[in-house]
T-cell receptor, first 113, second 118 residues
Framework: AQTVTQSQPEMSVQEAETVTLSCTYDTSESDYYLFWYKQPPSRQMILVIRQEAYKQQNATENRFSVNFQKAAKSFSLKISDSQLGDAAMYFCAYRRINNDMRFGAGTRLTVKP | DTEVTQTPKHLVMGMTNKKSLKCEQHMGHRAMYWYKQKAKKPPELMFVYSYEKLSINESVPSRFSPECPNSSLLNLHLHALQPEDSALYLC?????????????????FGPGTRLTVT
């Protein structure tokens, strides 16, 4: 079974600074997708960034980027120039083709002004 | 339109009540999902519908009854719930046709229904 591990239950960052959230996963598959979702207090799960396993290039979306290490099965999220609106629960997720999505336990990010 | 809508936003019901949660999407997605989420926990998959057919039931108690009347609509019928069923219920959808332009494997989530069982 595929498992997703987020080892940091809580993280804190100063506004305008950079923070990295960690995620590791366990799989024997070579073709899969990885995601970071953000869930603010409003409860809506919002996709932050996605990474296809067959792509070597790390995905980037504005201030959000990932460090995808396929051999190490690691998928960390870097948030640059942190903003107050980035405060949320962040979930790492793994999905194989035509299979359900597996979520990590989540990391609660606090942004200090 | 990349929106998944859910109604109601909040629901309080007694253990003998019957109620329904509704989820709707107009993105042409043919896979729809129900998740249950407890506070400070990740979403737990309950049901998956693919092309309006139930494809996954994660051993959910029969007091939860899903229904997919058409490709845009997903319902969750609730009956004789227990207080421990109080949670945020999330609906999601995703495309099911690899190869199409713009296809991706992420799921699009609705805002959820906060359910309280008294």
């Amino acid at each position: 079974a595929q498992t997703v591990t987020q080892s940091q239950p809580e993280m804190s960052v100063q506004e305008a600074e950079t923070v990295t959230l960690s995620c590791t996963y366990d799989t024997s598959e070579s073709d899969y997708y990885l995601f970071w979702y953000k869930q603010p207090p409003s409860r809506q799960m919002i996709l932050v960034i996605r990474q296809e396993a067959y792509k070597q290039q790390n995905a980037t979306e504005n201030r959000f980027s990932v460090n995808f290490q396929k051999a190490a099965k690691s998928f960390s999220l870097k948030i640059s120039d942190s903003q107050l609106g980035d405060a949320a629960m962040y979930f790492c997720a793994y999905r194989r083709i035509n299979n359900d999505m597996r979520f990590g336990a989540g990391t609660r990010l606090t942004v200090k002004p | 339109d990349t929106e998944v809508t859910q109604t109601p936003k909040h629901l309080v019901m007694g253990m003998t009540n019957k109620k329904s949660l509704k989820c709707e999407q107009h993105m042409g997605h043919r896979a729809m999902y129900w998740y249950k989420q407890k506070a400070k926990k990740p979403p737990e998959l309950m049901f998956v519908y693919s092309y309006e057919k139930l494809s996954i039931n994660e051993s959910v108690p029969s007091r939860f009854s899903p229904e997919c009347p058409n490709s845009s609509l997903l319902n969750l019928h609730l009956h004789a719930l227990q207080p421990e069923d109080s949670a945020l219920y999330l609906c999601a959808s995703s495309p099911t046709q690899p190869g199409l332009a713009g296809y991706s494997y992420e799921q699009y989530f609705g805002p959820g229904t906060r359910l309280t069982v008294t």
